[in-house]
Nanobody
Framework: VQLVESGGGLVQTGGSLTLSCASS????????MGWFRQAPGKEREFVAA????????YYADAVEGRFVISRDNAKNTVTLSMNSLEPEDTAVYYC???????????????????WGQGTLVTVSS
C-alpha cells in the first residue's frame, strides 16, 4: 500500500491548513487510517485516526477541537483539516495505515504498517 500526503506549507498562527493522503489500497475501507507528526528533535506522535467503515474518529488531546480527520472511501483519501494552528503544531505530518489494528494501540506508531513520506507544516508566530 502506498500513501502520498499533500497540502503542507507555511501558515501564520491562527490559520488553517488541510492535509490530504491518497492511498493505493484496493479496499481502502478495510484500512484504519492515522495521522502522526514529528517535530525537530522530538519523537513521532499521534495526531488523529479514523476507522475504516464506521468512520469513528480519535484525537490527541493537543489537537482535539482544532483538527478534524475525515475520509472518502470512494476516493481512497483521508483528510486532516487543521484550524487555529499554533507554532507548536509545526512538524512533518505523516499519514499511516493498517488493516489489522487493535483499538488500544491506535495511538502507537508501531501499530501501523504503511506510511507516507510526510509533508511539512510550518506555523509562524
Amino acid at each position: 500500500v502506498q500513501l502520498v500526503e499533500s497540502g503542507g506549507g507555511l501558515v501564520q498562527t491562527g490559520g488553517s491548513l488541510t492535509l490530504s493522503c491518497a492511498s493505493s489500497a484496493q479496499t481502502f475501507s478495510n484500512y484504519f487510517m492515522g495521522w502522526f507528526r514529528q517535530a525537530p528533535g522530538k519523537e513521532r506522535e499521534f495526531v488523529a485516526a479514523i476507522s475504516g467503515r464506521s468512520r469513528r474518529t480519535y484525537y490527541a488531546d493537543a489537537v482535539e477541537g482544532r483538527f478534524v480527520i475525515s475520509r472518502d472511501n470512494a476516493k481512497n483519501t483521508v483528510t486532516l483539516s487543521m484550524n487555529s494552528l499554533e507554532p507548536e503544531d509545526t512538524a512533518v505530518y505523516y499519514c499511516a495505515a493498517d488493516s489489522r489494528i487493535i483499538l488500544s494501540s491506535i495511538r502507537s506508531a508501531s501499530a501501523y504498517s504503511y506510511w507516507g513520506q510526510g509533508t511539512l507544516v510550518t506555523v509562524s508566530s
